[in-house]
């Protein structure tokens, strides 16, 4: 069992920053591989970032890659989201995820079993 919770969310101009972090309760973090998913108003939730669990594989959107990183340190049970250059199609609730390593079929929701609570980022124009 792995209980998440995201902080770091808030309200920024287009263009500026926001670091959203989630931290994992438990001492399995490391065997799960950890995604950030986005849900907008409206919309369905939609894939964002995954990073597996020792860190070498990272994927991304389309529409962050270039924007985005995500990373993790396993020691602290921490995976962290640095979203630069936002824009306010990224306005949304952000969800941190833990979920099989395979990289299978990684941006579909059903691949990760724990999620966190979610934390809102607006971004204004």
């Known amino acids: 069992q792995v209980q998440l919770v995201e902080s770091g969310g808030g309200r920024v101009q287009a263009g500026g920053s926001l670091r959203l972090s989630c931290a994992a309760s438990?001492?399995?973090?490391?065997?799960?591989?950890m995604g950030w998913f986005h849900q907008a108003p409206g919309k369905a939730r939609e894939f964002v970032a995954r990073i597996s669990r020792s860190g070498a594989f990272i994927y991304y959107a389309d529409s962050v890659k270039g924007r985005f990183t995500i990373s993790r340190d396993n020691a602290k049970n921490t995976v962290t989201l640095q979203m630069n250059s936002l824009k306010p199609e990224d306005t949304a609730v952000y969800y941190c995820?833990?979920?099989?390593?395979?990289?299978?079929?990684?941006?579909?929701?059903?691949?990760?079993?724990?999620w966190g609570q979610g934390t809102q980022v607006t971004v204004s124009s």
């Open positions: 438990g001492r399995t973090f490391s065997t799960y591989a």
């Open positions: 995820a833990a979920g099989e390593n395979s990289s299978d079929k990684y941006y579909l929701e059903d691949r990760y079993h724990y």
